[in-house]
T-cell receptor
């Protein structure tokens, strides 16, 4: 079974530009999460989808961040316009919908975003 | 406001020794406490998790100790091996409440 995949693995953009990150969850997982780790600090929650609906977006920093999950499959996270403080590693995670372990979240390898 | 405090930031252990990483949480509503292991270039991988109804859980060389009254939990790695060298994150969550609250991470290096 394929794990969570993320694209790109690394992105370097200039301040003011737009970047779109993509996440493909484990097949069949209804729950999809975005997290971010800024250098050396804790991994912080950004938002949570259940299928195509945003369940919790309390961690989104501001309106420059837009997450979508069309059709309840893959998700995109767009940052527009990017600022220096947006630099960090963006992780996607997914969890299943059946059984007693829906709370177990499986993480992708992350996208390292560098804004210069 | 950091809801989960993790220590130490880094740890060096000799091969065969015991690695101990500690975490403390504030929110008494948390009822799920996982530990994640992350190797360079990879995402965090679920290592072991505990619910507050037990005080200890062991899986192989990895043990979680949980102290509900003190709101603390720790990861013990017995017979530490160089292959255990990684960053370890503790986390806490409501079991069905979705979002994980992470500690800042501990960089473990096991010297051979």
């Amino acid at each position: 079974e394929a794990g969570v995949t993320q694209f790109p693995s690394h992105s370097v953009i200039e301040k003011g530009q737009t970047v779109t990150l993509r996440c493909d969850p484990i097949s069949g997982h209804d729950n999809l999460y975005w997290y971010r780790r800024v250098m050396g600090k804790e991994i912080k929650f950004l938002l949570h989808f259940v299928k195509e609906s945003k369940q919790d977006e309390s961690g989104m920093p501001n309106n420059r961040f837009l997450a979508e999950r069309t059709g309840g499959t893959y998700s995109t996270l767009k940052v527009q316009p990017a600022e220096l403080e947006d630099s960090g590693v963006y992780f996607c995670a997914s969890s299943g919908r059946q059984g007693a372990r829906i709370y177990e979240q499986y993480f992708g390898p992350g996208t390292r975003l560098t804004v210069t | 406001q950091q809801q989960v405090k993790q220590s130490p930031q880094s740890l060096i252990v000799q091969k065969g020794g015991i690695s101990i990483i500690n975490c403390a949480y504030e929110n008494t509503a948390f009822d799920y406490f996982p530990w994640y292991q992350q190797f360079p270039g990879k995402g965090p991988a679920l290592l072991i998790a505990i619910r507050p109804d037990v005080s200890e859980k062991k899986e192989g060389r990895f043990t979680i100790s949980f102290n509900k009254s003190a709101k603390q939990f720790s990861l013990h790695i017995m017979d530490s091996q160089p292959g255990d060298s990684a960053t370890y994150f503790c986390a806490a969550a409501h079991l069905y409440g979705n979002k994980l609250v992470f500690g800042a991470g501990t960089i473990l290096r096991v010297k051979s």
